[in-house]
């Protein structure tokens, strides 16, 4: 079957760094995606991997690695507004996304 | 980027009524639209797929005449909640593809900003 797992709730300090990670396993794969989704709003793209490695975009980071079926989210100096949950979601070969229960990143000052 | 708009974003209503929630691209041709729920502390659920002029696909579990999906045109597509229930009620996100631009991956998906039922 496909599956998505990603840590339920993660807890972090202001300007601090924090990795999210994210295991898959889908009927093939065209990529891996990560969002933001502020509570009671819609999600919002933040990345997408699609060969191994990292792929670098201001304060976040994402990096895959497709033998391991594994991916995480990188955030550098932490803000209070990342406060938010961060769903990972995987592309099968029919070009749909499995979606991880998501991730809710506590920030602290 | 593209945008996606719903309306309404929060609606509220008795039992056994009805709610019609509108999904509309705004600048861009959706050939294909998805439908998800998302219960709180919940991941997205996908609940259909639909295609402008076609019927839309179900997924496993969601009751077709329940939650009636038509894509009118390009820019359109509704989900009506039939004889709503308080078990119905939940965050309803549209999301839309642009079937023409659709140049790289990371635009499979455009979200619309969701819409809060509350079932009374």
């Known amino acids: 079957g496909q599956n998505i797992d990603q840590p339920t709730e993660m807890t972090a300090t202001e300007g601090a760094i924090v990795q999210i990670n994210c295991t898959y396993q889908t009927s093939g794969f065209n990529g891996l995606f990560w969002y933001q989704q502020h509570a009671g709003e819609a999600p919002t793209f933040l990345s997408y991997?699609?060969l191994d490695g990292l792929e670098e975009k201001g304060r976040f980071s994402s990096f895959l690695s497709r033998s391991k079926g594994y991916s995480y989210l990188l955030l550098k100096e932490l803000q209070m507004k990342d406060s938010a949950s961060y769903l990972c979601a995987a592309m099968d070969s029919n070009y749909q996304l499995i979606w991880g229960a998501g991730t809710k990143l506590i920030i602290k000052p | 980027g593209a945008v996606v708009s719903q309306h309404p974003s929060r609606v509220i209503c008795k039992s056994g009524t009805s709610v019609k929630i509108e999904c509309r691209s705004l600048?861009?041709?959706?050939?294909?639209m998805f439908w998800y729920r998302q219960f709180p502390k919940q991941s997205l659920m996908l609940m259909a797929t639909?295609?402008?002029?076609?019927?839309?696909?179900?997924e496993q579990g969601v009751e077709k005449d329940k939650f009636l999906i038509n894509h009118a045109s390009l820019t359109l597509s509704t989900l009506t909640v039939t004889s709503a229930h308080p078990e119905d009620s939940s965050f309803y996100i549209c999301?839309?593809?642009?079937?023409?631009?659709?140049?790289?991956?990371?635009?499979?998906?455009?979200f619309g900003p969701g819409t809060r039922l509350l079932v009374l």
């Open positions: 999301s839309a593809r642009d079937g023409q631009g659709w140049t790289s991956v990371q635009e499979t998906q455009y």
């Open positions: 991997n699609v």
């Open positions: 600048d861009f041709q959706a050939t294909t």
């Open positions: 639909s295609n402008e002029g076609s019927k839309a696909t179900y």
